[in-house]
């Protein structure tokens, strides 16, 4: 494996120069940029359409949804209200990477745009490493997959900015402990903002709501 | 993007070559060996604690622990009796892949050993397209994934010849519905052997471990 290394950071390299000049255009046109991660089914689709569903009237809100197979996300979106939706097939690659993200931008009219959510691949790992142009990277996680998860994939963690806890509904039917999966999270990254919501009973959106208004001003 | 191909190109048929000798020496062995395949948080390590729990005395399991970082898997399931438990840390790397099997295997004497699991990283994009070595990948999802992760991720579901539906007992608790993810797994591959499991009630593992047992025949 060693000798995929200088090719692996060619390409990481490339797609940092790419991302620079997303993020730059985005800064241009005001859009303040998220780039959501977490693992398969933590409900990165379901907390934006309830986002969609608060905010869509509020403010300019344009989707970028990435999957690795079908449009099923993007799909979900539109039927939630989103206007401006794009899809990504990523055909087998595990995350999405700087240059389909601008060859999705294109296609969008950024003057009309507040916020931009960018909904990864669902994966912990490979989307740790590729910058998007994103301001911050929110990763998500379900009380269902265990407390442990951000001491086993700590990049994800590291580089985000946010951590949103979601299915706190279902506290108490695992092992999941609050305190623990805050202890893990801060004891890789001490900076992370943490949310703790449920999209399926609306508990602790308003928050998170709220401080995506406050960020569509930037 | 597709400077890359040619180089992994390369390393997959290297990989397959690998996993050829694995493949090889394990069934010189006896050894029927299970690589087991999830998002983070389905329940791969659950599962193969109450497997210990159950097998353990009758057959020789030997385990074989991947994970991007931390040695928790392997030391909860050293915890639950396993005997024989090698960890791997891949140290970013999404996957497990043959050279390092080949590596944990060289510790291990696989005389004593009837069924070797292989629990791979939690990630349902990478750990797709690399042989390890073993007689059948086994693809574990939760209910709280979502009941589409099948269409989402077809390439995981079609190269396994086991699924195991976990979480079992927090059906209705979400909009996971057991039919829908039954067909569009069947409908990415028609030769899927389904278990139905809860690691926490216990519901289901009967037929699991009774199904081990059987391999371990092998």
Not at 76 to 82: E, F, P, T, Y
Not at 154 to 175: E, Q, T, V, W, Y
Request: hydrophobic content about 40%.
């Amino acid at each position: 494996m060693d000798k995929k290394i200088p090719m692996e950071k060619k390409v990481l390299s490339e797609n940092d120069r790419l991302a620079q000049e997303i993020r730059e255009r985005l800064r241009q046109n005001g859009v303040f940029a998220l780039n959501l991660v977490s693992s398969p089914g933590a409900g990165k689709t379901s907390l934006l359409e309830k986002t969609l569903g608060a905010l869509n009237d509020k403010i300019g809100i344009a989707l970028i949804a990435g999957d690795v197979q079908t449009e099923n996300d993007a799909n979900r979106l539109i039927k939630a209200g989103g206007k401006v939706v794009r899809p990504i097939i990523t055909g087998g690659a595990c995350h999405l990477d700087a240059n389909m993200v601008t060859k999705a931008l294109a296609e969008i009219d950024l003057e009309t745009v507040d916020i931009l959510f960018i909904e990864n691949v669902g994966n912990l790992v490979c989307p740790s490493s590729y910058d998007l142009g994103e301001n911050m990277k929110v990763v998500l996680i379900s009380t269902t997959e265990g407390d442990d998860k951000p001491l086993k994939y700590p990049a994800m963690f590291r580089r985000s900015s946010i951590m949103i806890i979601n299915k706190i509904d279902l506290i108490g039917h695992s092992d999941f402990d609050l305190r623990h999966v805050r202890d893990n999270a801060l004891s890789i990254n001490p900076e992370l903002k943490i949310f703790e919501i449920s999209c399926r009973t609306g508990e602790g959106l308003e928050s998170w709501f709220g401080w995506l208004l406050e960020m569509s001003k930037y």
